[in-house]
């Protein structure tokens, strides 16, 4: 496993995803995604596109298709990071991925997954101190 | 350098091809003056359609050039050329949600929406040939 | 006796034909006997030399002329049964001499001096002339090269094209074609403007044009093509004249793409003045839209929506279309791709300030706004803002006790 760009933070699997995928990095990604989900209970997985300056339905097939798989697992994808330009230039593609949840940044992400972590499933939060917002 | 700045070339046979040709085209259009979210879109065509190409015909090539309309406003040009299958429904193709390879279905139509000016030539068995416009304004 | 006067006339006029003719073109004949001395001189050109017959009948060819060797030579081998023909320069004048063995009773030579002085300076003028033009060609600061109208080959360059050809001279491209050329690349194209040219009759100037140097790089020509007719009026050749401009071509592209840069700029703070931003909260911003929205205004609301999400984190963006007069499928669609750009930033978008007439408008013309959250006016869009995220607003009654 990478841990350069998969980190475990809570009930959160932070994923920066490179600027450039071929095919056979996005098959090793997934693994790793998978891999971790098992190892640590995660029920969030951040894919974070900060380092994505282009991105074409191939991006798109790899949310999808890792949603997908990460579902059967019983956790959900959510994407931030995206820049601007490229979401003017997906929404203009036609490829909004009105399925997949979008957060503005790691705080929501996180707030997101303690939400997940106190309903379903999955280990409790570690800390209940936290600042948290009421639901 | 005069070469690089006017005309790109691109033989189109493994994935770094794909991210070379669109990451040098989109430095073409930002050194042109496009926008960065115009250049964004260049470069998110150019990757569709040498896509395509990997995907149906296994090999091609792709041109990105700098032209200029006579008396006109000045634009970047594609030309994804294949020597492959060919596209046999061009106008179902052109359709959001069409797709013969289990993707998005995005790539043509979309690719269209992002562009000023489209034209697609195919023959079945012969061969691909799109030609991609957009001004800059 | 009548035979004898008959031929005796006959050969005077001969004679007088032979003295008329001499006299009047700038030539002479002489004959000499066979022991080279002169018994007949005539003739126009005697003048130019400054001589006359009687000066030179019953002297010796050998003695009058022992310079220049040729004279003295042509003579000598004459005499001896060949024809000679050379050319002598004497003082300012050039003469081409023909000595002729006369094989008739007696022998002898016959000489016939031709004064070519004129000619050779003409030729000597043609030549400077020549020179001079190449000089000039090679002088100019623009490339210079004529074809042939039929085949395409070159007859002929300056210097320069010598140059960028890779070849010593222009003489080594002569006969040759564009397809020869380092810029075998542009050959089709350049021969078609030829044609362009030959076949309409009329001139093509200052057009932009590229061309492969032979170290492989690209430059930037300005050309201009210019038909060339022979005696006939028809297109024989075409000249081609065309500078390197590459370096004002680079530098005219840096200036468009700087100047498209400022226009960008300019245009994106109109943009911003024309889309204004209002946080409300934290988490909360309102952008109040007046004026119709066509496609340019739609993309500037959209990135202003998209920097105001990212500048003050929110997570609710309200959009109010209060001031917007004309709401059809158009703008409505503008309004879902903002909505849609929004949410993948991660903020839920409520669009406020949808009146009767517009509810009814999107209804009746089908447009599917179902996903899209909407609110009458601004107010309800902000409370239903707070609610989303978890917030509520209540009167300060509660406080109010204890004063």
């Given at each position: 496993?990478?841990?350069g760009?998969?980190?475990?933070?809570?009930?959160?699997?932070?994923?920066?995803?490179?600027?450039d995928?071929?095919?056979?990095?996005?098959?090793?990604?997934?693994?790793?995604?998978?891999?971790?989900?098992?190892?640590?209970?995660?029920?969030?997985v951040?894919?974070?596109?900060?380092?994505?300056?282009?991105?074409?339905?191939?991006?798109?097939?790899?949310?999808?298709?890792?949603?997908?798989?990460?579902?059967?697992?019983?956790?959900?994808?959510?994407?931030?990071?995206?820049?601007?330009?490229?979401?003017?230039?997906?929404?203009?593609?036609?490829?909004?991925?009105?399925?997949?949840?979008?957060?503005?940044?790691?705080?929501?992400?996180?707030?997101?997954?303690?939400?997940?972590?106190?309903?379903?499933s999955?280990?409790?939060?570690?800390?209940?101190?936290l600042?948290?917002?009421?639901? | 350098?005069?070469?690089?700045?006017?005309?790109?070339?691109?033989?189109?046979?493994?994935?770094?091809?794909?991210?070379?040709?669109?990451?040098?085209?989109?430095?073409?259009?930002?050194?042109?003056?496009?926008?960065?979210?115009?250049?964004?879109?260049?470069?998110?065509?150019?990757?569709?359609?040498?896509?395509?190409?990997?995907?149906?015909?296994?090999?091609g090539?792709?041109?990105?050039?700098?032209d200029?309309?006579?008396?006109?406003?000045?634009?970047?040009?594609?030309?994804?050329?294949?020597?492959?299958?060919?596209?046999?429904?061009?106008?179902?193709?052109?359709?959001?949600g069409?797709t013969?390879?289990?993707?998005?279905?995005?790539?043509?139509?979309?690719?269209?929406?992002?562009?000023?000016?489209?034209?697609?030539?195919?023959?079945?068995?012969?061969?691909t040939?799109?030609?991609?416009?957009?001004?800059?304004? | 006796?009548?035979?004898?006067?008959?031929?005796?006339?006959?050969?005077?006029?001969?004679?007088?034909?032979?003295?008329?003719?001499?006299?009047?073109?700038?030539m002479?004949?002489?004959?000499?006997?066979?022991?080279?001395?002169?018994?007949?001189?005539?003739?126009?050109?005697?003048?130019?030399?400054?001589l006359?017959?009687?000066?030179?009948?019953?002297?010796?060819?050998?003695?009058?002329?022992?310079?220049p060797?040729?004279?003295?030579?042509?003579?000598?081998?004459?005499?001896?049964?060949?024809?000679?023909?050379?050319?002598t320069?004497?003082?300012?004048?050039?003469?081409?001499?023909?000595?002729?063995?006369?094989?008739?009773?007696?022998?002898?030579?016959?000489?016939?001096?031709?004064?070519?002085?004129?000619?050779?300076?003409?030729?000597?003028?043609?030549?400077?002339?020549?020179?001079?033009?190449?000089?000039?060609?090679?002088?100019?600061?623009?490339?210079?090269?004529?074809?042939?109208?039929a085949?395409?080959?070159?007859?002929?360059?300056?210097?320069?094209?010598?140059?960028?050809?890779?070849?010593?001279?222009?003489?080594?491209?002569?006969?040759?074609?564009?397809?020869?050329?380092p810029?075998?690349?542009?050959?089709?194209?350049?021969?078609?403007?030829?044609?362009?040219v030959?076949?309409?009759?009329?001139?093509?100037?200052?057009?932009?044009?590229q061309?492969?140097?032979?170290?492989?790089?690209?430059?930037?020509?300005?050309?201009?093509?210019?038909p060339?007719?022979?005696?006939?009026?028809?297109?024989?050749?075409?000249l081609?004249?065309?500078?390197?401009?590459?370096?004002?071509?680079?530098?005219?592209?840096?200036?468009?793409?700087?100047?498209?840069?400022?226009?960008?700029?300019?245009?994106?703070?109109?943009?911003?003045?024309?889309?204004?931003?209002?946080?409300?909260?934290?988490?909360?911003?309102?952008m109040?839209?007046?004026?119709?929205?066509?496609?340019?205004?739609?993309?500037?609301?959209m990135?202003?929506?998209?920097?105001?999400?990212?500048?003050?984190?929110?997570?609710?963006a309200?959009?109010?279309?209060?001031?917007?007069?004309?709401?059809?499928?158009?703008?409505?669609?503008?309004?879902?791709?903002?909505?849609?750009?929004?949410?993948?930033?991660?903020?839920?978008?409520i669009?406020?300030?949808?009146?009767?007439?517009?509810?009814?408008?999107i209804?009746?013309?089908?447009?599917?706004?179902?996903?899209?959250e909407?609110?009458?006016?601004?107010?309800?869009?902000?409370?239903?803002?707070?609610?989303?995220?978890?917030?509520?607003?209540?009167?300060?009654?509660?406080?109010?006790?204890?004063?």
């Amino acid at each position: 496993m990478d841990s350069g760009t998969i980190q475990k933070l809570e009930n959160l699997l932070l994923v920066a995803v490179p600027r450039d995928l071929t095919d056979d990095e996005v098959i090793l990604m997934r693994r790793d995604i998978l891999r971790a989900i098992r190892a640590y209970g995660s029920q969030v997985v951040l894919l974070d596109f900060t380092q994505v300056d282009i991105c074409d339905s191939f991006f798109g097939r790899f949310i999808y298709s890792t949603s997908r798989m990460v579902q059967l697992m019983g956790a959900t994808v959510i994407i931030s990071g995206l820049q601007d330009a490229v979401i003017e230039t997906m929404v203009e593609l036609g490829m909004t991925l009105p399925d997949v949840e979008a957060v503005l940044d790691l705080d929501d992400a996180l707030a997101l997954s303690r939400r997940l972590g106190r309903n379903g499933s999955g280990p409790a939060p570690a800390d209940g101190g936290l600042p948290e917002w009421e639901e | 350098m005069p070469d690089t700045l006017q005309r790109l070339h691109f033989r189109i046979q493994t994935v770094t091809d794909v991210s070379d040709s669109r990451r040098k085209g989109m430095q073409l259009a930002l050194d042109m003056g496009f926008a960065h979210a115009d250049a964004t879109k260049i470069a998110v065509v150019i990757s569709e359609l040498a896509r395509n190409i990997l995907i149906y015909a296994k090999t091609g090539t792709i041109t990105v050039l700098a032209d200029k309309e006579p008396d006109g406003p000045r634009c970047i040009k594609i030309i994804a050329d294949d020597k492959g299958p060919g596209i046999p429904h061009l106008e179902q193709a052109m359709t959001d949600g069409y797709t013969t390879s289990g993707g998005l279905g995005l790539g043509l139509s979309g690719s269209r929406r992002l562009m000023d000016e489209f034209f697609v030539h195919s023959q079945v068995n012969r061969g691909t040939t799109v030609t991609a416009v957009k001004y800059l304004r | 006796m009548q035979n004898q006067a008959s031929v005796y006339n006959r050969i005077n006029m001969l004679e007088a034909q032979l003295r008329a003719v001499l006299n009047s073109v700038p030539m002479a004949m002489f004959t000499l006997d066979a022991q080279g001395v002169i018994t007949f001189c005539e003739g126009h050109a005697l003048e130019s030399m400054g001589l006359t017959p009687a000066q030179l009948i019953g002297q010796s060819g050998f003695d009058l002329f022992p310079n220049p060797p040729e004279i003295y030579q042509g003579i000598k081998r004459a005499l001896a049964g060949e024809t000679v023909t050379e050319t002598t320069t004497v003082g300012p004048m050039t003469f081409q001499n023909t000595y002729i063995p006369y094989t008739g009773e007696g022998g002898g030579i016959i000489g016939l001096s031709i004064d070519i002085t004129s000619i050779r300076q003409a030729e000597a003028e043609a030549r400077e002339q020549r020179e001079f033009l190449r000089k000039v060609l090679d002088a100019l600061p623009v490339r210079v090269l004529w074809k042939d109208a039929a085949t395409h080959a070159f007859l002929g360059c300056n210097q320069l094209v010598a140059q960028d050809a890779g070849l010593p001279s222009p003489d080594d491209l002569v006969g040759k074609t564009d397809y020869d050329m380092p810029w075998v690349e542009q050959a089709p194209l350049f021969q078609a403007d030829d044609r362009a040219v030959i076949e309409s009759g009329e001139a093509r100037i200052n057009f932009e044009e590229q061309l492969t140097q032979s170290d492989g790089s690209l430059s930037w020509l300005r050309t201009s093509k210019v038909p060339l007719r022979d005696a006939s009026g028809a297109v024989s050749s075409v000249l081609c004249v065309y500078e390197d401009i590459t370096e004002q071509k680079r530098a005219q592209q840096e200036r468009e793409a700087l100047q498209q840069q400022v226009i960008e700029a300019q245009r994106r703070a109109l943009a911003d003045l024309s889309t204004p931003i209002i946080p409300v909260m934290d988490g909360i911003i309102v952008m109040p839209l007046v004026g119709s929205i066509d496609t340019a205004r739609a993309r500037d609301i959209m990135r202003a929506l998209l920097r105001g999400i990212s500048e003050y984190r929110a997570r609710v963006a309200i959009l109010d279309i209060t001031g917007v007069p004309l709401v059809d499928s158009g703008v409505a669609d503008h309004l879902n791709h903002t909505i849609q750009a929004a949410r993948l930033k991660g903020a839920h978008t409520i669009v406020t300030g949808i009146s009767d007439a517009v509810a009814e408008t999107i209804v009746d013309l089908g447009i599917d706004w179902s996903r899209v959250e909407t609110m009458s006016n601004l107010q309800s869009g902000l409370v239903a803002a707070l609610d989303r995220i978890g917030l509520r607003l209540t009167t300060a009654d509660h406080a109010a006790n204890g004063k």
